[in-house]
C-alpha cells in the first residue's frame, strides 16, 4: 500500500488567510464550531445523495449523525462525521488551497481596512469555515476516507505555512477534525472547549437547526447521587423553514441563514413562504446585509439549496433563481419532485418555472415593503445589489416594470440621496414628456460632460447611469409609468422656451451658419454623419451625440469586447453658434474658406468634444501635434 507522506506549503492566498485567522481578527471564536458542525452536515447530505444515485456504492446511510468527542486531559476537541470523505486529492485541494473566487479581493481590502471591525466584516462576507478552526487551535488534524474507497488520508498544521498529508489504511468513513486546542485566554475571548456544557451552548444556539442529530457525551445524575456518562443528542433537528414562523425566533433565522450562506454577519432580509394545492413546497430564503466579493465574478456559484421532502438534492440550484438575484440565499423544500432530479432535469421541470416565478415575485415585493416602511435598509440594499438587480430590466422582461418601480438612481436633484422613478416623475416640469438620463463611466464624467449643459441650466433634473448594466437596460425598456426614457446624447434635443430663441430667431442663425455646417460636414465626413447647430450647449464649443437608435460608443466597445463584430457608427457633431470658438471659425471660412489651417481647427473642435465625452482619438499623436502648433502660434 502507498504510505506516501509529504509536506506541502499553503497556496500564497491561504497563507495569508491563516495568519489572519491564527491571530484572532474575529473577536467571537465560539463560531468555529458552528463552521466544522457545517461542514460535517454538508458531507452527510452529499453521502446520502450519492448513494441514493449510485446503487453500487457500498455505504452505510443508516446512521448518519455527527459526533463531538471532548479528550480534557490531551486537551482537543474532535468533530466526527461518516459522511462522503474526502480522497487524498481532494484534500489538498480542498484544504490546502482556498478554492473560492474572490480571495485575492479580500486580501486587498483587509490590508485597506483600518481597524479591526472592519476587517471583521471583511471576513464576515468572505466566509473561511475550516480555517477558523486555527482561532482555537494551535494545531489541526484531519482524518478522513472517502465514501467507497479503501484508503484514507491524514492532514496536519500549526497554520504556520505548511501541512503534511500521508495516506493511512485503517480509518472509518467521513471525516473527523481534531482541534489540539490553545489554553484557555478569557481576556482574548478564548474559551474552555473541553467543557461540555460551553461546547453543547455553543451547538444549541448555532446548530440547533441542523437535520442531523449531533451527538457528544454528557453527564447525568445516575439516581445514586454519583453521575453517568451518556451519549445524547444536542440538537433539537427541527428544519427551521419547515416551522411556522412564529415557533422560530429571529436568532434562529440569523444562525441558520450563517449555516447555509458561510456568512459571519446578520442577514438584511428573512423571507418565508409557503405554497399548497396543486403542488406544495416551503422556502426560506435571506438578502445578506452585504454584496459578496464574487459577486460580479464569472465563476461565482449562485443559487439556493433544494431540498425534496427535506431530502437534500443540491447546493446552488440555479433554475431556482434568476441571475439577477444571485445574492440570495435559501433553501427550498419541494414535496413533488422526484429524488433522482439533475440539474438538466430542473430546466425543464414545470414545478420548478412556477416556484421560480414565485421566489422572484416575493423577492421583489419584499424590496419594494421595504422601500415603503424602512427606506434605510432598502438604501443599504440597493447600494450592495442595485447593480445587480438591474440586469433583471435585461434579462426578465416579465418583472421589468416591478425591477423599475423598485430601483433607485443618482441624479442632478441631489448629490447624495438616489431618486426613485415615481419621484423623478413627480418633479418632472410641466409640459416635460420625458425622463432625461445621461450613461458614463462615473458621476463626475457624466456631471461634467457637455451635454449636461443646457439642461443644467434650465433646470431639468438629468439621471446619472454610471453602472455597465445601465447601457444595456436603457436600449431595452421604452419607458416608465407612461413616461419615456431619453438619453441626452441622443438625438434632437429642443429645450428653447424663452421669446428670444423664436422660431424666426432660430431659422436665421440656422441660415448664418449654413455655409460653415455644410463645410465642416465635408471636412469631417470620414469621421461624423453631419455637423449641426447644437441646443443643449451653454459654455463648451461643440459636442458628440448619436442618432435617436445610434448604439452608444460605450456599448460599441462592450460589444466588440465580447467579440461581436459591429460596422463603424458615424455620430453627429453639435456646435454652440454662441461660443467665441465656433463663431470665429464661422467668420474666418466667410473671409479665407480656402485656408488649409481651418479644417485642422475643425479637426480639433472635433477631437475636443470626442475628449470631452471621455471618448478616445483615432490618432492621438496628431491631435497633440496640431495642439501644440495652435498653441505656439498663439504667444
Known sequence: MDTQFETLEFQAEARQLLQLMVHSIYSNKDIFLRELISNASDALDKLRLEAFRDKDLEVETEDLHIDLEIDAEQRTLTVRDNGIGMSRDEVVTLIGTIAKSGTAELLRKLKEAKDSEASQELIGQFGVGFYSSFMVADTVTLLTRKAGESQATRWESSGEGTYTVETVADAPQGTAVTLHLKPEDTDDQLFDYTNTQKVMGIVQRYSDFITWPIRMEVERPDGEGGTKRELETVNSMKALWARPKDEASEEE?????????????????TIQLRAEGTFEYQALLFIPAHAPLDLFMRERKRGVQLYVKRVFIMDDCEALV??????????VDAQ??????????????????????????????TVKTMMTEDPDRYRTFWKEFGAAVKEGLVGDPDNQETILDIASFASTHDAERQTTLREYIERMKEGQEHIY????????????????????????????LADPIDEMWVESVPGFDGKQFQSIAKGQVDLDGEEEN?????????????????????????????????????????????????VTPTLEKMYRAMGQEMPQIKRILEVNPEHPLVAGLRKAHAERADDASLAETAEL???????????ELSDPPRFTRLLADRLANSL
Not at 434568476?322 to 433553501?331: A, C, D, N, Q
Request: hydrophobic share 35%; glycine share 4%.
Open 253 to 269: 433565522y440569523k444562525e441558520f441563514y450563517k449555516h447555509i450562506s458561510h456568512d459571519w454577519t446578520d442577514p438584511l432580509e
Open 322 to 331: 434568476p441571475e439577477y438575484l444571485r445574492f440570495v440565499k435559501g433553501v
Open 336 to 365: 413533488d419532485l422526484s429524488l433522482n432530479v439533475s440539474r438538466e432535469i430542473l430546466q425543464q421541470d414545470r414545478q420548478i418555472q412556477l416556484i421560480r416565478r414565485r421566489l422572484v415575485k416575493k423577492v421583489l415585493s
Open 437 to 464: 438620463y445621461l450613461t458614463g463611466a462615473s458621476r463626475s464624467a457624466i456631471e461634467n460632460s457637455p451635454h449636461m449643459e443646457a439642461f443644467t441650466a434650465k433646470g431639468y433634473e438629468v439621471l446619472i
Open 502 to 550: 423664436s422660431e424666426s430667431e432660430r431659422d436665421q442663425r440656422q441660415q448664418d451658419f449654413a455655409d460653415l455646417l455644410s463645410w465642416m460636414s465635408d471636412t469631417l465626413q470620414d469621421t461624423v454623419k453631419e455637423v449641426r447647430l447644437s441646443a443643449r450647449l451653454t459654455t463648451s464649443p461643440a459636442c458628440i451625440v448619436g442618432d435617436a437608435h445610434d
Open 605 to 615: 473642435l472635433y477631437g475636443m468634444a470626442l475628449l470631452a465625452e471621455g471618448g
